[in-house]
């Protein structure tokens, strides 16, 4: 069983920045692809971000490419994403989940941080 825990989320003014955080508890957090997905309020999930486990292979949503920035640091167990210029628009709930690499869905969820921007 692997737990993520989020944290970092706030309030921010557009054009700011903020760094979550996913924490796991698992011993071989190296091995799983980690993805961020967020929620907004009345609309579905979607995917912003993923990384696999060397950091050599980085995905983005197009909405987020050039002002979100996934990284991950095998030693703590943590990965984190940079969001810089922040947009109204991104406000949501913002998800960690993990996967093993080579499979489609994402096995563990976090419960999620909740990231609001203000114009």
């Known amino acids: 069983q692997v737990q993520l825990v989020e944290s970092g989320g706030g309030l921010v003014q557009a054009g700011g920045s903020l760094r979550l955080s996913c924490a796991a508890s698992?011993?071989?957090?190296?091995?799983?692809?980690i993805g961020w997905f967020r929620q907004a309020p009345g609309k579905e999930r979607e995917f912003v971000a993923a990384?696999?486990?060397?950091?050599?292979?980085?995905d983005y949503a197009d909405s987020v490419k050039g002002r979100f920035t996934i990284s991950r640091d095998n030693a703590k167990n943590t990965v984190y994403l940079q969001m810089n210029g922040l947009k109204p628009e991104d406000t949501a709930v913002y998800y960690c989940?993990?996967?093993?690499?080579?499979?489609?869905?994402?096995?563990?969820w976090g419960r999620g941080t909740q990231v609001t921007v203000s114009s």
């Open positions: 698992t011993r071989t957090f190296s091995t799983f692809v």
């Open positions: 990384i696999n486990w060397s950091g050599s292979n980085i």
């Open positions: 989940a993990a996967k093993w690499a080579g499979l489609r869905d994402y096995n563990y």
